[in-house]
Nanobody, 124 residues
């Protein structure tokens, strides 16, 4: 059974940093595209960042560019999201996702596996 499990969320003040992790089990994702999405209360799920199997040239939403960094360790079957200079508007449930195929994708319906989400709350 394939599972994606996020961790690392929490409550922080504006300007702080958090590092989210997404640990995969049940199959290896070393050749698959992966990504992070988030959903704030009352809003639709939105794309945050995506990374291909090699980790080269990841792609970011404009709202997080230059503040967030997506990375992966294929040997550990784990993906990360380093979040710096957090803002209150970053408050959301953060989800990791993986594709059957490789490549970078920004639409949630192009992902096949999802984690359960981890809450990130940024206070002002």
């Amino acid at each position: 059974q394939v599972q994606l499990v996020e961790s690392g969320g929490g409550l922080v003040q504006a300007g702080a940093s958090l590092r989210l992790s997404c640990a995969a089990s049940g199959r290896t994702f070393s050749k698959n595209g992966m990504g992070w999405f988030r959903q704030a209360p009352g809003k639709e799920r939105e794309f945050v960042a995506a990374i291909n199997w090699s980790g080269v040239n990841p792609y970011y939403a404009d709202s997080v560019k230059d503040r967030f960094t997506i990375s992966r360790d294929n040997a550990k079957n784990t993906m990360y999201l380093q979040m710096n200079s957090l803002k209150p508007e970053d408050t959301a449930v953060y989800y990791c996702a993986a594709r059957f195929k490789g490549g970078l994708r920004t639409y949630s319906d192009e992902y096949d596996y999802w984690g359960q989400g981890t809450q990130v709350t940024v206070s002002s």
